[in-house]
């Protein structure tokens, strides 16, 4: 069993900046890659960022690349992910989520456990 542990979010108006964490539990942090998704009301769940087991990979959804930023510390099995000149079209639930093995996939099946979300809310 994994349980993952987002916080950081917010309310912060367009051009600003957040940094979401994710904190996980189990021994084999390390093990898996991880992604962040998100959810905005009436939408399908999208992926926005993955990170390798080992964080040398990375990859972007192309409407966050440039601006946001997923990197992880396996020391303290923690993912982040950096948010930055953040937009309104940005305003949704973000996930914290789990692979099923440790190459980075961009598709929800992919993933087997999920954190519970945490609300980002961008004001124009």
């Known amino acids: 069993q994994v349980q993952l542990v987002e916080s950081g979010g917010g309310l912060v108006q367009a051009g600003g900046s957040l940094r979401l964490s994710c904190a996980a539990s189990?021994?084999?942090?390390?093990?898996?890659?991880m992604g962040w998704f998100r959810q905005a009301p009436g939408k399908e769940r999208e992926f926005v960022a993955g990170?390798?087991?080992?964080?040398?990979?990375?990859a972007y959804a192309d409407s966050v690349k440039g601006r946001f930023t997923i990197s992880r510390d396996n020391w303290k099995s923690t993912v982040y992910l950096q948010m930055n000149s953040l937009k309104p079209e940005d305003t949704a639930v973000y996930y914290c989520s789990k692979a099923i093995g440790m190459g980075i996939a961009r598709n929800v099946d992919a993933y087997d456990y999920w954190g519970q979300g945490t609300q980002v809310t961008v004001s124009s």
């Open positions: 189990g021994r084999t942090f390390s093990s898996y890659a």
């Open positions: 990170i390798s087991g080992s964080g040398v990979s990375t």
